[in-house]
T-cell receptor
Framework: KAGVTQTPRYLIKTRGQQVTLSCSPISGHRSVSWYQQTPGQGLQFLFEYFSETQRNKGNFPGRFSGRQFSNSRSEMNVSTLELGDSALYLC?????????????FGSGTQLSVL | GESVGLHLPTLSVQEGDNSIINCAYSNSASDYFIWYKQESGKGPQFIIDIRSNMDKRQGQRVTVLLNKTVKHLSLQIAATQPGDSAVYFCAENANQGGKLIFGQGTELSVKP
């Protein structure tokens, strides 16, 4: 079974631009979560989608948004990029039949904002 | 950071020795805990998990211990190998569907 796939692997943008990251979950997994990883803040939860609905949200500004499609694939968007948005963005999927489910992570998208 | 934290940022061990990585959590409502391993350039990889109704769980060369009284979690790696060198994260799920709260991570370095 294929793992979680994230595209693109690397991305370079400039301040003020917007970016869209894509995530394909493991087949059969209905929940997709997004995390931001930086050396200073570690892994921070962005949001979680289940059956095309945002079920949980972290403490990030409205510039960070996401969505999930009927095939469980997910995208996240960051608008008006700031230098501080440079990070590794990780997507994780799970079966999510109950709250206590282990997450399977992709390799991430490394975003650099110049 | 949030409620999960690690006691040591770095740990260096000799190949063949046992490694113990510690983690403290503060949310009594957490009922599920996970250890992840992250190698350079990769996403976190699941190692082992444990539910709050258990004190100990063993996997292949790894053991997780949970002490709910003092809110402490540990990961023990037996016969540590160079391939175990990575950053290890503990995480808890405070019953907030899909949200894991991660510790800051411990970098394990295995000396040959």
């Amino acid at each position: 079974k294929a793992g979680v796939t994230q595209t693109p692997r690397y991305l370079i943008k400039t301040r003020g631009q917007q970016v869209t990251l894509s995530c394909s979950p493991i087949s059969g997994h209905r929940s997709v979560s997004w995390y931001q990883q930086t050396p200073g803040q570690g892994l921070q939860f962005l949001f979680e989608y289940f059956s095309e609905t945002q079920r949980n949200k972290g403490n990030f500004p409205g510039r960070f948004s996401g969505r999930q499609f009927s095939n469980s694939r997910s995208e996240m968007n960051v608008s008006t990029l700031e230098l501080g948005d440079s990070a590794l963005y990780l997507c994780a999927s799970s079966l999510a039949d109950q709250s206590s489910e282990k997450l399977f992570f992709g390799s991430g998208t490394q975003l650099s904002v110049l | 950071g949030e409620s999960v934290g690690l006691h040591l940022p770095t740990l260096s061990v000799q190949e063949g020795d046992n490694s113990i990585i510690n983690c403290a959590y503060s949310n009594s409502a957490s009922d599920y805990f996970i250890w992840y391993k992250q190698e350079s350039g990769k996403g976190p990889q699941f190692i082992i998990d444990i539910r709050s109704n258990m004190d100990k769980r063993q996997g292949q060369r790894v053991t997780v211990l949970l002490n709910k009284t003092v809110k402490h979690l540990s990961l023990q790696i037996a016969a540590t190998q160079p391939g175990d060198s990575a950053v290890y994260f503990c995480a808890e799920n405070a019953n907030q569907g899909g949200k894991l709260i991660f510790g800051q991570g411990t970098e394990l370095s295995v000396k040959p």
